[in-house]
């Protein structure tokens, strides 16, 4: 079992930025966040959710839904069982809840949420001037 808990969510003015984390733990002591392929996901009211981004559960390799990219980045720390966010140039349109999902597979496991098993709680983003 995984626990996924979104952290950073603000209130932001257009063109500003904000860094989400996603910290992970499990059932035992020794959990780390190897071979976990990692998505962020957003949703907007009365919107689906959508997929961001995603990274390798081993390598470095991200990738970005078009909507997103040039603008976010995705980093992850095994060290600190940490996922981030980094998000630059935030417009209205980025306002959601932002959640971060993991599934134990060697890859990425892409932006479809089917493919993810353990899921965070979310954290609010919203864009406003």
């Known amino acids: 079992q995984v626990r996924l808990v979104e952290s950073g969510g603000d209130l932001v003015q257009p063109g500003g930025s904000l860094r989400l984390s996603c910290a992970a733990s499990?059932?035992?002591?020794?959990?780390?966040?190897?071979?976990?392929?990692i998505g962020w996901f957003r949703q907007a009211p009365g919107k689906e959710r959508e997929g961001v981004s995603c990274?390798?559960?081993?390598?470095?390799?991200?990738y970005y839904a078009d909507s997103v990219k040039g603008r976010f980045t995705m980093s992850r720390d095994n060290a600190k069982n940490t996922v981030y966010l980094q998000m630059n140039s935030l417009q209205p349109e980025d306002t959601a809840v932002y959640y971060c999902a993991a599934t134990l597979f060697y890859g990425t496991a892409g932006l479809s949420a089917t493919e993810y098993d353990y899921w965070g709680q979310g954290t609010q983003v919203t864009v406003s001037s």
């Open positions: 499990g059932a035992t002591s020794g959990f780390t966040l190897d071979y976990y392929a």
């Open positions: 990274i390798h559960s081993v390598e470095d390799s991200t």
